[in-house]
């Protein structure tokens, strides 16, 4: 069964360092998204991708977020500058037209 | 704005016995509505969706959930819980923005749900 796979599966950093989170989503799959979940709270959308660009993010993603996908598998989620609360659980996803999202099992971020 | 609803953080039911997990949402218009579940040190896994079909919705596991307009609830039972079906479980909502995505979701709160022996 196909799947989208997160990698590293735990990362901590010290504040202040930049940290990027990648992703291989479904390979025949369109639209792709980063969501959070802070320890204790929802699970938030963050920010969509598609067709290379941006479709729509959150007011949490901010000026220090940005998203790439620098070849046709990765999709990766960078913060440059990390803080303290930016500490969660990020997952990928990605769909393709008029599938249900399939979810990555996240990359738990420990800021320090 | 789309929002969701999960009345119960914590529901503890026993082997054998039903489980009712309940969630209420909130559109603006037709929804399409999601139950998602997340074992420990899981990835979300979807259990079962409803897209303006049939209103009882059969999933993975032997869950069902039934759409409700008039009440505007979407809850998740099953017959019989099993030990393997302690888990989180996401009731969850999708803003419908792009015709063919349905990615753009709004997460509930979850709720956990123990299985005794």
């Known amino acids: 069964e196909p799947e989208v796979t997160q990698t590293p599966s735990h990362q901590v950093t010290q504040m202040g360092q930049e940290v990027i989170l990648r992703c291989v989503p479904i390979?025949?799959?369109?639209?792709f998204y980063w969501y959070r979940q802070i320890l204790g709270q929802k699970v938030e959308f963050l920010v969509s991708?598609?067709?290379?660009?941006?479709?729509?993010k959150s007011e949490i993603f901010d000026d220090q977020f940005s998203v790439e996908r620098p070849d046709g598998s990765n999709f990766t989620l960078k913060i440059r500058s990390t803080k303290l609360e930016d500490s969660a659980m990020y997952f990928c996803?990605?769909?393709?037209?008029?599938?249900?999202?399939?979810f990555g099992q996240g990359t738990r971020l420990t800021v320090v | 704005a789309q929002s969701v609803t999960q009345l119960d953080s914590h529901v503890s039911v026993s082997e054998g016995t039903p489980v009712l997990l309940r969630c209420n949402y909130s559109?603006?218009?037709?929804?399409?509505l999601f139950w998602y579940v997340q074992h420990p040190n899981k990835g979300l896994q979807l259990l079962l969706k409803?897209?303006?079909?049939?209103?009882l919705v059969k999933g993975i596991n032997g869950f069902e959930a039934e759409f409700k307009k008039s009440e505007t609830s979407f809850h998740l039972t099953k017959p019989s819980a099993h030990m393997s079906d302690a888990a989180e479980y996401f009731c969850?909502?999708?803003?419908?923005?792009?015709?063919?995505?349905?990615?753009?979701?709004?997460f509930g709160k979850g709720t956990k749900l123990s299985v005794k022996p």
């Open positions: 996803a990605s769909t393709g037209h008029h599938t249900e999202a399939f």
């Open positions: 969850v909502v999708s803003d419908g923005k792009y015709g063919g995505s349905q990615g753009n979701l709004i």
């Open positions: 559109s603006s218009y037709s929804p399409s």
């Open positions: 991708f598609y067709n290379n660009e941006i479709s729509e």
């Open positions: 409803y897209t303006s079909a049939a209103t």
């Open positions: 390979s025949n799959h369109l639209y």
